[in-house]
Every structure is written in structure tokens, then in C-alpha cells.
């Protein structure tokens, strides 16, 4: 059954210009879509079609009748004396009239006994409670917790919190309204991690339809089994997740690369011949003319195929400052806090030369705060940091602010980086900023675009310790592959906030977790770390110490235990090969960590190997427990 149908949509803003120019694609009931296109495709301008905020000027649009469709970007308004708890209670409104009209039901049959006020109530009542009616105050525990919407932020108003919080509230509405079909713009990007895998987790369970757009590579991994993208108006399909979307994609540009040489090649040989056929006419063979302009019509028929482009790379890079000695930072006894609120304590760290460290943590946990603290823009409670004495500081913001927003682009950089006009207008060049664009005032930029002119004149400086605060939010999928191109170059120091699953792990070699006023210290990659924490979690807990008690003494068996000792040496040889096994795979994680596919492989096979541990693990103590008893 389709639940999203879209026929040659056309829109356009400005006359002349068509964002959608003819789109056609179809959404089946459950499916998982990505909708994927550079910023200013028209993504979003579809998502507003279909929710009906935009009309569109040709085609059909149609979404299956009597499916409820919720967009996540789209925030409700709402009275202003309303808080959170009670915008999340909306989500329950047709369960409240059912409640409702059953209350109005009972009060009747205290008087009537008619059996259609006993049907209808028996009706009501299997319906509420096949939709959850007595479960929701758990349904909304749930959520809440999920997505990080504590109690305190229930009570407060809904319209006194962030855009992003006001987002975060409205996706836990729609999840609670459990409706049939998701958009999903950006969901990602106001969510931490853990409420982010969070999200991960209930969509891999959500029965309706979602179609998202969304840059966060290893969500749409996670998420989407078919990818749309919009190119110059329409759509191309890959039937597969973002991980093969790139792998063919590539092949699809190399394979119009090379019948686009190949046709250029015979154009060249064809038009050669022509050329020659009309000088040998004009040597008196008029005949030849004929054939050489049939030669030409057969050139024409052959220019079938465009030459594919591609969107070209920064070519940005870093300015490196040498590092000499051994310590970069120090941190010893750190602690903040505001007011009676203790963000950490006790926080000793050591950072030495060449490393990369991811901070991670939940929203709110302190990171940036320590951030701050690390660059001198705010004083710690207790303790104190201190770096080398060689180290030079580079630092991009997670939210960027310019002295003068009301200056150009160009007269910026000329003002700060102390740079001539046609410098200034290269590098911004070199940034994608051309043509009047670099006289447009800083404050028109969007938030992705002052993140890249803030790292366009970060470039400048010559660094050894780079500081990054969410360097991938408010960037595009090839904005973001175009700053880790400059980090895989970088050969300083990193220290990094990011919530981006796949910039950590193609990055750390080291996680600081800052979370309960603590950071745990963890030296390896991230998918290291996962694997640690998912194998501390599962471990059982310690076992009191039981009372000893003197053993009687016990006449041995007089057979069996050499069998059993093989057994038990041949378990031990097992799980040592396995665990040899899961290092080198941990290895490999990391060769292939800018490679989606491998990754993902390598990803699955730590996975089974990891069950193939665990019950390797329990054949060992089975056979070891049979062994001591038959020593006993």
C-alpha cells in the first residue's frame, strides 16, 4: 500500500527558477526513506507540500487517506499558558474523549440499563484499553526519559524553552500520538547521544512510514533502507541505506564519467574524418560534402550525454605550529560549579602529545563548560589547568559570534587577518564564498555559513592544540566531509565535542565521558569504548564472598579429571583465540573507519563474535566448575 505518492511536482520561488522541477516518488506503507539533496534542493520545501503549509504549482501530491501525518520540524503553536506536561497530554486527546464520553456512559446506566448504553460502553472500553488508555502516564515516562525531558522542564512553560528543547517536546508528541506516518527534518540535531540511540531504537520498533532528511551519516545508517535524493529538481533512487548511497553514487559518476569519455572519443574521430572528407571536397570531389555532413548529423545524434560533475572540495588545511615537549595539559583537582549545582569534581587528566580526544557526555553535563574553562573564558571552582608552554590554542565554537556581524565578508577577514582585498577574496573563494556573496553583511549568513567563515579564518593561525565544539552541527553532508578532510590532516593535538557518531569514531583515539560530576578516561576508539560499556553492562555482578568452611577431605576420583582438564585447556585455548580474534577486529574498525561499508561489516562481526565469546565463556565454567569438583 502507498502512503506517500508525489507526481511531477513542480514549485518555484522566484520566477524562473524552479527548486522542484518535476519530482516523482512514491512511499510505501513501513518503509524507512531518506530524503537526501544539498542545502537548498528542496527537502524541506517537500516536506511543507506535504503537510500542506506550502502550495505547490504543478503535479499531484497524495497522502494515504486516513493516515495521520506529523512533521517534527513543524512546531504547533500553542496557548501561552500551556506548559510542556501539557503539550504532551495533547498527544492523548482522542484517548481523553473516549475516557470522557465513558464517564458520561456510566452516569446513564446508573439510571437506564439499555442495552445500547452497554454496548457502546463495552465497545469504549476494549478500544481504550486496546490503545493504551491505562498505560499512559508509563508511555510518557518513557518517552520523557528517552529524549531527556526531565521533570523540572514538564512543569516549566512550553513557550519559555529553546527551539531546540521546544523540537525535542514535539518529536516526544508525535511518538506519544503514535502517528502513521513520521517527517522527520534534522531529528538528530538537538538530541544528545544517548537520547539520540534512544530514538534509533523506538523508530527500529515504529510500524508506521518515516521519511527523513537528516546529515547525521550513522542515523540515517541506522534508519533509512532506501535513499531519495533531490538533484536540480527530481529524483534519483538507491535502494539501499546512506552507507551504499555513497558507494554508488561513486559508481554511477565513474560509470557517466566514462561514456561521456567514450562518446567524446568517437565524437573527436568522426569529426576528424569530417574535416577531412570536406578538404578532399574542396580538392574536386564534391561528393564527399554529402558524406562528410552526413557524418556530422550522426556527431549530433551521439551528444546524448552531459559530463557528470561533481561538487569540488575545500581545499582547506590547517596552519600547524611545531609542538615541542611532552605535556600539552594538564588538569589537576578540577572542579565547577554554579551555585549549589556541581557540573564535575576531582578531574585529574593528563593530555601528551599527538592525541585525539573526543569529550562526550549528555547535554548539560558540562562539556562546553569545561571547554571554557580549558581556554581561559571561564574560572574553574577548584583546581586548576595548565598547558604547555609551546601550545598555541585554535578554536571553533559550537556557536559563533563575530565582533562586528554587520561588516562583509571580505572587509572581515581584511580587518581581522590584517589581509589585502584580493586575499581576502581568495580565500573566501576557496571557501565556496564567490561572487557577491562575499559583500553580503556576516549577520545574513545561516549558521552553517558562519561556522565555515569562522574556520575559513581559522586556517590562518598556526595551531597545535585544535578545539572543536560541535564542529558538524550546522553543517550539510559535504560541509562536514570537507572540515574532516582538514582534521585527517591535521598532525596536532585534538580535543573535540561531537555528537556526530561518525566523526568520533573516525577521529578519537582517546573518550573522556563526563557524566554524574565524573569524566571516565578511556584510551581507544569509540567503538572500543561501546564495546567496553556493553561488556561491563553485561557482566554479572561480583558475588559476595561466601564463608569459608573447612573442607573434609575426599577421596579423588580415580578416572576422568585428565579428560576434563583437556577439555577445560581447550576451552581456555578458544576463548583466547576469540579475544585474539576481537583485538584485530578492533584494528580493522579503525583501517576502515572513513569506509561505511567495511565499517559496517567489521561492526557486525564484532557483534557475533562477541556471542560467540560470551558462549565460549560458559562452556569454560562449566567444564572448570566439573573439573574442581572432580579434584575436590
Not at 108 to 121: F, T
Not at 380 to 408: C, D, M, N, W
Not at 424 to 452: I, T, W
Amino acid at each position: 500500500m502507498i502512503d506517500i505518492s508525489v507526481s511531477n511536482l513542480v514549485k518555484e520561488f522566484e520566477v524562473g527558477k524552479k527548486i522542484l522541477d518535476g519530482l516523482s516518488f512514491q512511499v510505501d506503507q513501513g518503509e524507512r526513506v531518506g530524503l537526501l539533496g544539498k542545502n537548498g534542493a528542496g527537502k524541506t520545501t517537500v516536506f511543507k507540500i506535504l503537510t500542506g503549509e506550502l502550495d505547490h504549482d504543478e503535479g499531484e501530491v497524495m497522502v494515504a487517506p486516513g493516515k495521520t501525518l506529523g512533521l517534527i520540524s513543524q512546531i504547533p503553536v500553542y496557548p501561552p499558558e500551556y506548559t510542556v506536561e501539557d503539550v504532551l497530554d495533547t498527544a492523548f486527546a482522542p484517548l481523553h474523549a473516549m475516557e470522557a464520553e465513558m464517564a458520561g456512559l456510566a452516569a446513564k446506566m446508573g439510571e437506564d440499563s439499555s442495552p445500547d448504553l452497554l454496548r457502546r460502553y463495552g465497545e469504549l472500553s476494549a478500544a481504550f484499553e486496546a490503545r493504551g488508555g491505562y498505560d499512559t502516564a508509563t508511555e510518557l515516562n518513557k518517552v520523557c526519559n528517552g529524549l531527556d525531558i526531565p521533570q523540572a522542564m514538564r512543569e516549566q512553560p512550553f513557550a519559555a524553552l529553546s527551539g531546540g528543547e521546544k523540537t525535542r517536546v514535539n518529536l516526544a508528541r508525535l511518538i506519544l500520538e503514535d502517528t502513521d506516518i513520521l517527517l522527520l527534518d534534522e531529528p538528530t540535531n538537538h538530541l544528545d547521544l544517548r537520547a539520540t540511540e534512544w530514538l534509533e531504537d523506538y523508530l527500529s520498533r515504529y510500524k508506521g512510514t518515516v521519511l527523513a532528511i537528516s546529515h547525521d551519516r550513522w542515523f540515517l545508517d541506522k534508519v533509512v533502507k532506501r535513499v531519495i535524493e533531490i538533484v536540480d529538481g527530481k529524483a534519483e533512487f538507491y535502494q539501499g541505506n546512506y552507507s551504499f548511497y555513497v558507494v554508488e553514487k561513486e559508481r554511477r559518476y565513474e560509470e557517466k564519467l566514462r561514456q561521456y569519455e567514450k562518446e567524446q572519443a568517437k565524437i573527436e574521430q568522426l569529426q576528424a574524418a569530417a574535416d577531412k572528407l570536406h578538404l578532399w571536397a574542396f580538392l574536386g570531389n564534391d561528393k564527399l560534402h554529402k558524406r562528410a555532413f552526413s557524418m556530422e548529423k550522426r556527431i549530433e545524434r551521439l551528444c546524448t550525454t552531459d559530463k557528470p560533475t561533481k561538487e569540488r572540495r575545500l581545499d582547506i588545511k590547517f596552519g600547524e605550529r611545531d609542538f615541542r615537549g611532552d605535556e600539552v595539559l594538564v588538569i589537576k583537582d578540577l572542579a565547577k560549579s554554579f551555585g549549589e549545582r556541581t557540573l564535575f569534581s576531582d578531574v585529574n587528566l593528563l593530555v601528551e602529545g599527538g592525541e585525539r580526544i573526543a569529550l562526550l557526555g549528555d547535554n548539560g553535563t558540562g562539556k562546553s563548560t569545561l571547554v571554557k574553562i580549558l581556554l581561559g573564558e571561564e574560572p574553574p571552582t577548584a583546581g586548576k589547568v595548565r598547558l604547555g608552554p609551546t601550545v598555541k590554542i585554535g578554536y571553533l565554537p559550537q556557536i559563533v559570534h563575530f565582533a562586528h556581524p554587520e561588516r562583509s565578508l571580505v572587509d572581515t577577514l581584511i580587518y581581522d587577518l590584517d589581509v589585502s582585498t584580493q586575499t581576502a577574496r581568495n580565500r573566501l573563494a576557496s571557501f565556496h564564498f564567490r561572487g557577491e556573496d562575499v559583500f553580503k553583511p556576516v549577520s545574513a549568513l545561516s549558521g552553517g555559513e558562519q561556522s565555515r567563515l569562522r574556520l575559513c579564518m581559522l586556517m590562518d593561525e598556526k595551531i597545535n592544540l585544535l578545539i572543536l565544539d560541535e564542529p558538524t552541527n550546522h553543517l550539510d553532508v559535504a560541509s562536514r566531509e570537507w572540515i574532516e578532510s582538514a582534521v585527517e590532516d591535521y598532525e596536532g593535538n585534538l580535543l573535540f565535542v561531537s555528537h556526530d557518531r561518525y566523526f568520533i569514531n573516525r577521529f578519537a583515539t582517546r573518550i573522556w565521558m563526563l557524566e554524574n560530576g565524573h569524566i571516565t578516561d578511556f584510551r581507544g576508539t569509540y567503538a572500543e569504548f561501546q564495546a567496553a560499556r556493553a561488556k561491563a553492562a553485561a557482566a554479572p555482578p561480583p558475588a559476595a564472598p561466601a564463608e569459608e568452611k573447612p573442607k573434609k577431605d575426599k577421596p579423588k576420583r580415580p578416572g576422568g579429571t585428565k579428560e576434563l582438564e583437556k577439555q577445560v585447556a581447550a576451552a581456555e585455548r578458544a576463548v583466547a583465540k576469540a579475544e585474539e580474534r576481537q583485538y584485530e577486529l578492533s584494528l580493522r574498525a579503525e583501517e576502515v573507519s572513513s569506509n561505511y561499508l567495511e565499517l559496517q561489516k567489521v561492526y557486525e562481526e564484532q557483534k557475533a563474535l562477541e556471542e560467540e565469546i560470551a558462549t565460549l565463556y560458559t562452556q569454560w565454567e562449566k567444564l572448570a566448575a566439573e573439573l574442581e569438583e572432580a579434584q575436590g
